[in-house]
């Protein structure tokens, strides 16, 4: 979120994208303290947190990519944030970003382990086993299909009340 002042003005005015359209609201106040609570209370309004029936802010977690190597043809990522001190690895595979801790500080048993869970992940990209998981509309019929088969192990017995 950010809080601005129009040129012109001397109210303060809020801003912040949530859906890619951006909401905008003028504090009608001058102090920036006062100004910086109004805001806080509108942009909590939108969000689905809530603590003690209140609305609250999430946190945001800020940290930067210190260190990055990249290996098979530039397509797996072994990485390092400035938040910690393990080593991280990515790599793009059907349309998304697959992400994984390494749990490891030194750089040559966190490669070894990234270079295994690309291959690892590869196998099963060759055998058909999803690498996301089930897409709901997939799994979807077979649900149904089990619903309509009768439970050999569960009887219902009306009789017996």
Known sequence: MHIVQLNGTNNWTARFLPKKIYKTKNLHNSNIEN?????????????????????VMAKSVS???????????????IYKQSNTKNWYAKFHMEKKYLYKS???TKFEIAKEIAHEWYYEIKGKQKTG?????????????NFFAY???PNSTYKCNSDSR
């Open 102 to 104: 390494l749990k490891e």
């Open 63 to 77: 940290h930067t990519i210190t260190e990055i190597h990249k290996y098979i043809d530039g397509k797996l990522h």
């Open 129 to 141: 086993i999803p690498i996301h998981g089930h897409k709901f509309k997939d799994v979807l019929p």
């Open 35 to 55: 100004a910086r609570q109004i805001a806080y209370d509108w942009y909590a309004s939108f969000t689905k947190i809530r603590k003690n029936g209140k609305p």
């Open 147 to 149: 619903q309509k088969v």
